[in-house]
């Protein structure tokens, strides 16, 4: 008798980590670099625990108020603008945390919304009815939207838990702070996490960051939070206005050869010879030598011309005055005659 092959009934199961977690057959396939479109803020409003939001957080409680009021007033925003809840809990439930302001706005409730989205997303001033205070270190928002999707649901978790012990061993418990947050786009990416941490100028960028397993923590705070140095093959691209290299472009599509603009050369090429000397392109010298100006020219020509006209009405009028005096002279001798 032939051996008998036992089938998959007797296979070990397949773990939540294969299936959805950092060895899932899905990781590192896909293209982290320009997944994230042009935006200039972010906005992080705080709601209780990421164990217990639903599917679409905005859907109930002051996440739904908030995200109508947003979403009414969007297109008066001054700068393209991006709104996450982020785990909150306590005391910290209706804070509202805005990047790269480095502000948290304490304490918003579902009556504030409007007020709020006017004053501070839409006129860009203080929360006029509200307590504010300034951000300090560095910000890791991990996603975890379980109940969104399974794989932010198992990578997230492992992550923050990462976080907290590196932090922890390292004594920057005051400095690096670490929260779990919604969707942010793109769960076949997951782990995700957006880095807000100061470069050495000061100044704070959103950087995003895919297929972020717990072994890769340790770079994330030695790397990026300590040196500032972004981890390009896990780099997802950061919070800006406009994508690199835009403003330049379009400058080049409007640049002539002499690097003078479409403007300045239309002025050039209509303005016309002057006799003039000018400074060409790389510090070549365009000068060339004066010539007549027509104008002149023309004027001589004109000169000429009307000199001619004055010599013959001279002649044409000493003709008249002769035929005239012939014609009297001899009207009188008839007159004598007769």
């Excluded at 908030?66 to 005391?91: H, I, M, N």
């Excluded at 203080?126 to 198992?154: M, N, P, T, Y």
């Excluded at 004027?299 to 004055?310: G, L, T």
Aim: aromatic share 8%.
């Amino acid at each position: 008798m032939g051996e008998v092959v036992e089938g998959n009934i007797n296979a070990a199961p397949v773990s939540e980590d294969e299936l959805y977690g950092f060895k899932r057959q899905e990781m590192y396939s896909g293209t982290l670099a320009g997944s994230v479109a042009p935006y200039g803020r972010h906005v992080f409003l705080c709601h209780e625990s990421h164990e217990t939001w639903l599917p679409r957080v905005e859907s109930e409680g002051l996440p739904q108020r908030f995200a109508k009021s947003f979403k009414d007033r969007r297109a008066d925003f001054a700068v393209e603008t991006k709104l996450t809840v982020c785990g909150g809990g306590g005391e910290s439930d209706g804070d509202v945390l805005v990047f790269p302001d480095m502000i948290r706005y304490k304490a918003l409730k579902d009556t504030d919304v409007d007020a709020f989205v006017e004053d501070v997303l839409v006129n860009g001033k203080q929360w006029a009815s509200g307590i504010q205070e300034e951000l300090s270190g560095s910000f890791v928002f991990v996603c975890a939207h379980g109940s969104r999707d399974k794989r932010c649901g198992v990578c997230g978790p492992a992550l923050m838990e990462k976080f907290e012990e590196e932090i922890g061993s390292r004594g920057l418990s005051d400095r690096i702070f670490v929260k779990p947050c919604s969707h942010i786009g793109g769960h076949k990416y997951a782990g995700n996490l957006i880095v807000f941490s100061p470069d050495s100028a000061g100044n704070v960028y959103g950087h995003w960051y895919g297929y972020v397993t717990p072994d890769d923590v340790p770079a994330m705070l030695d790397q990026h939070i300590a040196k500032g140095e972004i981890i390009q093959n896990l780099s997802r691209g950061q919070m800006r206005l406009k994508p690199e290299g835009e403003e330049a472009e379009k400058e080049d599509e409007h640049k002539i050869s002499n690097g003078n603009s479409v403007v300045e050369r239309e002025l050039v090429e209509t303005k016309g010879f002057t006799g003039g000397c000018c400074q060409g392109a790389n510090g070549v010298s365009c000068c060339q030598e004066q010539t007549p100006e027509p104008v002149k020219k023309e004027a001589s020509v004109k000169k000429n011309w009307f000199s001619w006209m004055e010599k013959e009405e001279v002649l044409l009028g000493a003709a008249a005055v002769g035929a005239i005096a012939t014609i009297a002279v001899a009207y009188s001798i008839y007159r004598r005659s007769g």
